[in-house]
């Protein structure tokens, strides 16, 4: 069975830090992209980041870039994101969800990811 286990989330002041993990099961890891994904109460599910291992190639969305680090350790089947400097507008429940990688080469947010998490609650406090 495909499995991707989200982790990492939980309650933390605004400026502090939180590392999300991703570990993948049932499919080859290293085909695919993976992407967090995230929403929050009321709003649409954006885009978070994504890697790309196989590329070597990570993406951002503007909100976050400068902020959060994307990576990636394929020998354990996992994803990281390193989220520093939280803001009280990051706090939403956090996805992982995964897509062949050559889907993205056109942009990572264009195609349908096959693949999703259970999801991690992420709340930064003010």
């Known amino acids: 069975d495909v499995q991707l286990q989200a982790s990492g989330g939980g309650l933390v002041q605004a400026g502090g830090s939180l590392r999300l993990s991703c570990t993948a099961s049932?499919?080859?890891?290293?085909?695919?992209?993976i992407a967090w994904f995230r929403q929050a109460p009321g709003k649409e599910r954006e885009g978070v980041s994504c890697?790309?291992?196989?590329?070597?190639?990570?993406y951002y969305a503007d909100s976050v870039k400068g902020r959060f680090t994307i990576s990636s350790d394929n020998a354990k089947n996992t994803v990281y994101l390193q989220m520093n400097s939280l803001k009280p507008e990051d706090t939403a429940v956090y996805y992982c969800?995964?897509?062949?990688?050559?889907?993205?080469?056109?942009?990572?947010?264009?195609?349908?990811?096959?693949?999703w998490g259970q999801g991690t609650l992420v709340t930064v406090s003010s």
């Open positions: 969800a995964a897509v062949l990688a050559r889907f993205v080469v056109s942009g990572w947010l264009v195609p349908q990811y096959d693949y």
């Open positions: 049932g499919f080859t890891f290293d085909r695919y992209a």
């Open positions: 890697i790309s291992s196989s590329a070597g190639k990570t």
